[in-house]
């Protein structure tokens, strides 16, 4: 598809705002030019990005939510920490626990980055996996500054990878 063609199709929607996920979008060469007609177009724009890229080049009106890689996902040695210290002031940061070493892990990270309070924190239990409820005791226990959050995509549309 053509940018004019995705262009196309989100004003069809007649949605003011509009959130670029799924895969890693910033390994799409367009993304950025995708963004920046979005924003010129008067869309408030969102970027999901797995956090293993840099971010600079995403256009400053765009609230970034930067998925922070935990130990049991695999990646977590992919995460580019330069990202955090460079958040902006509507950024958010996601992370995604599988368990209860990804969420000591998760608190670790909060601590030693300094990251309390300043931007919104998600918690979010992998789908299927940690009980959110368990998860959402660990948070109220240790008093931390996150909110928890569901994978809602994952229970609405469940076994859909595209176009939800």
């Known amino acids: 598809m053509s940018l004019e063609q995705i262009l196309d199709e989100v004003r069809a929607f ?3 705002l509009v959130e670029l996920t799924g895969g890693e979008p910033m390994l799409q060469p367009e993304a950025i030019p995708l963004m920046q007609k979005l924003i010129d177009e008067g869309f408030e724009v969102m970027l999901e990005t ?3 890229l840099p971010l600079d080049a995403v256009p400053q009106p765009v609230r970034r939510i930067i998925d922070v890689k935990c130990p049991a996902s695999g ?3 992919r995460n580019h920490w330069p990202n955090l210290a460079q958040l902006r002031e509507r ?3 996601k992370f995604v626990l599988a368990d209860r070493g990804d969420y000591e892990w998760a608190r670790a990270v909060l601590t030693e980055r300094d990251l309390r309070g300043e931007h919104p ?3 979010s239990p992998v789908h299927d996996g940690l009980d959110a ?3 959402a005791r660990w948070v109220l226990e240790d008093r ?10 994952k229970s609405l549309w469940p076994g859909e990878e595209r176009g939800v």
């Open 14 to 16: 007649g949605c003011s």
């Open 133 to 135: 409820g368990e998860m």
């Open 121 to 123: 924190i998600l918690f």
């Open 75 to 77: 990646e977590s040695e």
């Open 50 to 52: 797995g956090g293993s």
């Open 91 to 93: 950024d958010e940061l």
């Open 144 to 153: 931390l500054p996150v909110r928890v959050q569901l994978q809602l995509h």
